[in-house]
T-cell receptor, first 113, second 114 residues
């Protein structure tokens, strides 16, 4: 009965490849997010979707494309992977009419070689 | 511009000692405030939150925080830490500027020594 799940947990790939990370939440939340956490633990918002609509799109290379087929899923597709994309990617969800806090997935550690 | 500053990047402390992790924010609008904890190789989880009402909020694992509007601070405290409290702690601010946006601080690594 995991609240926010991500797959895969680990992803090792070569530069130039295309990869996807999937996220699902079973909390009935209306908003979902993607964050990137670097090696210094800094957490950076990438995207936010509310009811399948893109709300936040921070300064992220357009090689990153989120897709939300329904409000319980938010996937992240990355084209032409680069070394600098290596990080831990977290999916999260929240209910923006309260209680507001975000629920995080376990993370996907992406290593680009 | 809105921001969240966690004043200490690392806090080493001995087991059973008290600890305070400091957080200041800047915002021109009303905010909701949160502390999250991240244990090694896990996602973040909520420790506590302030939405309104009493400025002293209690969270899980014996943590508490006090909202101070005049000092724009939301410091996290625990009177006696355990080894298991070793983790990364994030202060966060939720802004409502027509849409909701959460800003996270850079994190404070709490390291509890035996």
């Amino acid at each position: 009965d995991t609240a926010v799940s991500q797959t895969p947990k680990y992803l090792v790939t070569q530069m130039g490849n295309d990869k996807s990370i999937k996220c699902e939440q079973n909390l009935g939340h209306d908003t979902m997010y993607w964050y990137k956490q670097d090696s210094k633990k800094f957490l950076k918002i990438m995207f936010s979707y509310n009811n399948k609509e893109l709300i936040i799109n921070e300064t992220v290379p357009n090689r990153f494309s989120p897709k939300s087929p329904d409000k319980a899923h938010l996937n992240l597709h990355i084209n032409s992977l680069e070394l600098g994309d290596s990080a831990v990617y977290f999916c999260a969800s929240s209910q923006d009419r309260g209680p507001y806090e975000q629920y995080f997935g376990p993370g996907t550690r992406l290593t680009v070689t | 511009a809105q921001s969240v500053t966690q004043l200490d990047s690392q806090v080493p402390v001995f087991e059973e000692a008290p600890v305070e992790l400091r957080c200041n924010y800047s915002s021109s609008v009303s905010v909701y405030l949160f502390w999250y904890v991240q244990y090694p190789n896990q996602g973040l989880q909520l420790l506590l939150k302030y939405l309104s009402g009493s400025t002293l909020v209690k969270g899980i694992n014996g943590f508490e925080a006090e909202f101070n509007k005049s000092q724009t601070s939301f410091h996290l405290r625990k009177p006696s830490v355990h080894i298991s409290d070793t983790a990364e702690y994030f202060c966060a601010v939720l802004l409502n500027t027509g849409g909701f946006k959460t800003i996270f601080g850079a994190g404070t690594r709490l390291f509890v020594k035996a």
